[in-house]
Antibody
């Protein structure tokens, strides 16, 4: 079973850039799966931020697209999130997750079958 | 948009739980269900509307297609009291607002 671990600063100043990295272990980052970021504000529901394929192709949530960059480093088996111009509304637990290609070669839900433990990022001065 | 109902479900252990997820437009069968407990990451239960994920007990079942989906827990165990989310990947990717299953 693949394991994911987020790392990065827990406190970011308003107008700054949030940067997180997710390390992948126990499996290959080069596969038909996608690698994703999901966040959850305190006491609220889940919000998909975006995902990346090992080729570097990305999909972003339209509501965040102007501020988000997701990148991948295959040699280090990790992928990263940058969110710019943050405000208090970006305070959340940030999860990295694997979107598994459950039926390679045909359309499917690409469900999130593996998750990191999550890391709380607070935006505050 | 995915709308989950009810927001809260108050039941006793051993009872049957029926959770609803309605999409504003068809998502075909590209729908998943997750369980989340406080302080934990979500756990995948069901994918492609009706397929149980690895290791998920048979008391969890999913059904539906198009715009209306249901997650059924046939007989609630104490560890099943949690928040449940649906998620679609037909039109970008969105989650429902969640249903909290609480002990009555």
């Amino acid at each position: 079973q693949v394991q994911l671990q987020e790392s990065g600063p827990g406190l970011v100043k308003p107008s700054g850039t949030l940067s997180l990295t997710c390390a992948v272990s126990g499996g290959s980052i080069i596969s038909s799966d996608w690698w994703s970021w999901v966040r959850q504000p305190p006491g609220r529901g889940l919000e998909w931020i975006g995902d990346i394929y090992h080729s570097g192709s990305t999909n972003y949530n339209p509501s965040l697209m102007s501020r988000v960059t997701i990148s991948i480093d295959k040699s280090k088996k990790q992928f990263s999130l940058k969110l710019s111009s943050v405000t208090a509304a970006d305070t959340a637990v940030y999860f990295c997750a694997r979107a598994q290609d459950v039926y390679p070669g045909r359309s499917n839900t690409f469900p999130f079958d593996s998750w990191g433990q999550g890391t709380l990022v607070t935006v505050s001065s | 948009v995915l709308t989950q109902s009810p927001p809260t479900l108050s039941l006793s252990p051993g009872e049957r739980a029926t959770l609803s997820c309605r999409a504003s437009e068809s998502v075909s069968s590209f729908l998943a269900w997750y369980q989340q407990k406080p302080g934990q990451a979500p756990r995948l239960l069901i994918y492609d509307a009706s397929n149980r994920a690895t290791g998920i007990p048979a008391r969890f079942s999913g059904s539906g297609s198009g715009t209306d989906f249901t997650l059924t827990i046939s007989s609630l165990e104490p560890e099943d009291f949690a928040v449940y989310y649906c998620q679609q990947r037909s039109n970008w990717l969105t989650f429902g607002g969640g249903t909290k299953v609480e002990i009555k």
